[in-house]
C-alpha cells in the first residue's frame, strides 16, 4: 500500500484561531476565469449563484494588510508532495472532488495523485471532501502532509477553501526536511463548527452542479507570518503544512503572493536514497493555469 503513518507529535504547539475578523487578513477583491472570461467580485455572494462541473480558476485575490491594497496573482503551484498519509484500507467518506470526477482512498495510489493535483491548479472545484466518513486518523494522527516545491515567505499569504465555510482543520508548519517546525505557531482554520458561511471571510457563490450542489465554496486568507507571531522561533521558509482534520473540512490549499514563487527558496533535491525510500510519497508536476 503506498500510505505510510507518522506520528510525530504536531500538535501540543501553540493555536491561533484564524476567522473572520480574527487574524485573517481582508479580502476586498476576487477576480476569477470561468470559461475564458474573467468574473470580479468586489463583494462576496450570497448563498449558491452558479451551479457546475466545469473549472472555476481563481486568478487573483486582493487584500487590505497593513492599510495598503495588495493585489496577489501569484500562485505556488509548481509542485507537490504528499506523505505521511493517515488514512488506511478501512477509510471511507475521504477523497477528491474534480468537477464530477470522485477519487477515494480505496484506491490509495489513485488518490495520492489527484490529492497532490488539488494544489497544482487553482480550480475551486477541485478539492479534497469529507463526507459520511469512517475510521479516520485518531487523536495526534495526521490526515497527510503537504510539501511544496517552492517554500512559503512570511511576506506570502495562505488561501485556503472549504466547502460551505461552516467547519475547521489545523495546520502544522513544516520545514524543508518535511518536519513540523518546532515552536511555531498551529493555525486553525473555522473553529468551531458553525453555520454555513460563517467561518470563513469570502463566499465565492460557486458549487458542483452534481455534488452538494446547495454548497458553495468560500474561503479566507491568512499571513504565513501568523505561523511565526508572538513566537520565539525566528521566520522563516514553511514548505508544507501537516493537515489534521478533525472537523471533517472539505478543503483545497493555494499559495499566494503578489511577486513569483519561483523566487522562493527551493526544497532541497533528495538524494537517490532517499528517493528510493519514498514510496510513501508522490511528487506531481502538473501545469500552472
Known amino acids: 500500500m503506498l500510505f505510510a503513518v507518522c506520528t510525530v507529535p504536531a500538535w501540543s504547539q501553540n493555536l491561533i484561531d484564524i476567522l473572520p475578523g480574527s487574524h485573517s487578513t481582508p479580502i476586498t477583491r476576487v477576480t476569477y476565469e470561468v470559461d475564458g472570461s474573467s468574473v470580479v467580485q468586489n463583494a462576496e455572494a450570497s448563498g449558491v449563484q452558479v451551479n457546475r462541473n466545469a473549472p472555476v480558476y481563481l486568478k487573483s485575490v486582493s487584500i487590505q ?3 495598503i491594497i495588495r493585489n496577489l496573482n501569484s500562485f505556488n503551484s509548481l509542485g507537490a508532495t504528499v506523505t505521511n498519509v493517515g488514512f488506511t484500507s478501512a477509510t471511507t467518506g475521504v477523497g477528491i472532488f474534480d468537477n464530477g470526477v470522485m477519487t477515494t482512498t480505496s484506491n490509495s495510489s489513485a ?9 497544482q491548479d487553482t480550480d475551486l472545484l477541485n ?29 506570502d499569504y495562505l488561501l485556503v477553501s472549504e466547502r460551505w465555510g461552516n467547519t475547521f482543520f489545523t495546520l502544522a508548519p ?10 511555531a505557531n498551529l493555525l486553525r482554520f473555522g473553529y468551531p463548527t458553525g453555520s454555513a458561511y460563517t467561518k470563513y471571510d469570502w463566499n465565492s457563490g460557486y ?11 468560500a474561503f479566507s486568507v491568512a499571513s ?3 505561523f511565526f507571531e508572538g513566537t520565539s522561533v525566528s521566520p522563516q521558509a514553511v514548505f508544507g503544512f501537516r493537515i489534521d482534520n478533525n472537523g471533517e473540512a472539505d478543503v483545497k490549499f493555494f499559495g499566494l503572493s503578489d511577486s513569483s ?29
Open 174 to 183: 513544516l520545514n524543508a526536511a518535511g518536519n513540523p517546525i518546532s515552536g
Open 261 to 289: 514563487f519561483s523566487n522562493n527558496p527551493v526544497i532541497p533535491e533528495p538524494s537517490s536514497a532517499f528517493l528510493a525510500s519514498l514510496a510513501i510519497g508522490l511528487v506531481i508536476i502538473r501545469r500552472r493555469r
Open 224 to 226: 504565513v507570518s501568523k
Open 65 to 67: 494588510a497593513g492599510g
Open 207 to 217: 458549487a458542483s452542479s452534481s455534488y452538494n450542489s446547495s454548497q458553495a465554496m
Open 127 to 155: 478539492y479534497s471532501y469529507y463526507d459520511g466518513t469512517s475510521n479516520l486518523p485518531g487523536a495526534g494522527v495526521a490526515d497527510y502532509d503537504l510539501l511544496f516545491q517552492h517554500g512559503f515567505e512570511s511576506t
Open 111 to 119: 488518490y495520492a495523485t489527484a490529492l497532490a493535483g488539488t494544489t
